[in-house]
T-cell receptor, first 115, second 117 residues
Framework: EAGVTQSPTHLIKTRGQQATLRCSPI?????VYWYQQALGLGLQFLLW???????NRGNFPPRFSGRQFPNYSSELNVNALELEDSALYLC??????????????FGPGTRLTVL | AQSVSQHNHHVILSEAASLELGCNYS??????LFWYVQYPGQHLQLLLK??????LVKGIKGFEAEFIKSKFSFNLRKPSVQWSDTAEYFC???????????????FGTGTQLKVEL
C-alpha cells in the first residue's frame, strides 16, 4: 500500500513569491493535514481538510491557504513568501473513523527554502 | 492552549542501555497519545499509540509507552537500545472532541537520541 506522497521534494523561492505544495493521501483516507516543521519551532499544525472542506486551521496568517480536491489530494499555497516560511512542510492523512480513534500517517515532506 | 513537553532534548546512550523518554501534556480532557519517530533521512513514522484501555501500549521495534493519567504523562521506554534506534522521537497529543477544534496533533519539541556502539 502506497503511503502519503508529497511533491515537490524541494522548492526554492524568493521573498514575495507564491509556493504551491501538493499531497496525495493514502488510498481510502479522506482527511489531510498540513504541518510546518521549522528549525527551532518544532512541528506546528497548519490546516486540516476533510471531505473537501477546511475543518480547522492553526495559528498561521491567511496567506497560508489550501484546498482539497474530490480525489482527496490536497494543495497548500503560501502567498507573499517571507524568509521565515523556510521549513519542512509535512502532509499527513487519516482514514474516516468518526474522529475519536483516527491516526495520522505522514509523508516525506517538501523542503521550502525562501531566499 | 494545550502543550506537550519533552524534557530531554538530546540523549546519548550506549548500545544495550535502557531508554526512557519523558512526555507530559497539559490538557485535562480525554486525549489520544502518540509517539512518532524520524530516522535520519526518513519521514515521520508512527511508533505507537494510545486511545483507551490498557495504559501500557506496545509498539514496533520493542518500544512501549505507559499512560499515567494522574501525571498527564506518556513516557516511551525500551529495555535495550540498538544503534539503529538513533533518531528523533516526537510525542504528540490529540484532544478527543468529535466536533470543532479537534483532530490536530500537538507535538512536543522532539528528543534527539544517539546510540553509540
Amino acid at each position: 500500500e502506497a503511503g502519503v506522497t508529497q511533491s515537490p521534494t524541494h522548492l526554492i523561492k524568493t521573498r514575495g513569491q507564491q509556493a504551491t505544495l501538493r499531497c496525495s493521501p493514502i488510498s481510502g483516507h479522506t482527511s489531510v493535514y498540513w504541518y510546518q516543521q521549522a528549525l527551532g519551532l518544532g512541528l506546528q499544525f497548519l490546516l486540516w481538510y476533510d471531505e473537501g472542506e477546511e475543518r480547522n486551521r492553526g495559528n498561521f496568517p491567511p496567506r497560508f491557504s489550501g484546498r482539497q480536491f474530490p480525489n482527496y489530494s490536497s494543495e497548500l499555497n503560501v502567498n507573499a513568501l517571507e524568509l521565515e516560511d523556510s521549513a519542512l512542510y509535512l502532509c499527513a492523512s487519516s482514514a474516516p473513523s468518526g474522529g475519536s480513534t483516527d491516526t495520522q500517517y505522514f509523508g516525506p515532506g517538501t523542503r521550502l527554502t525562501v531566499l | 492552549a494545550q502543550s506537550v513537553s519533552q524534557h530531554n532534548h538530546h540523549v546519548i546512550l550506549s548500545e544495550a542501555a535502557s531508554l526512557e523518554l519523558g512526555c507530559n501534556y497539559s490538557y485535562g480532557g480525554t486525549v489520544n497519545l502518540f509517539w512518532y519517530v524520524q530516522y535520519p533521512g526518513q519521514h515521520l513514522q508512527l511508533l505507537l499509540k494510545y486511545f483507551s484501555g490498557d495504559p501500557l501500549v506496545k509498539g514496533i521495534k520493542g518500544f512501549e509507552a505507559e499512560f499515567i493519567k494522574s501525571k498527564f504523562s506518556f513516557n516511551l521506554r525500551k529495555p535495550s537500545v540498538q544503534w539503529s534506534d538513533t533518531a528523533e522521537y516526537f510525542c504528540a497529543v490529540k484532544r478527543r472532541e468529535l466536533t470543532g477544534g479537534g483532530n490536530k496533533l500537538t507535538f512536543g519539541t522532539g528528543t534527539q537520541l544517539k546510540v553509540e556502539l
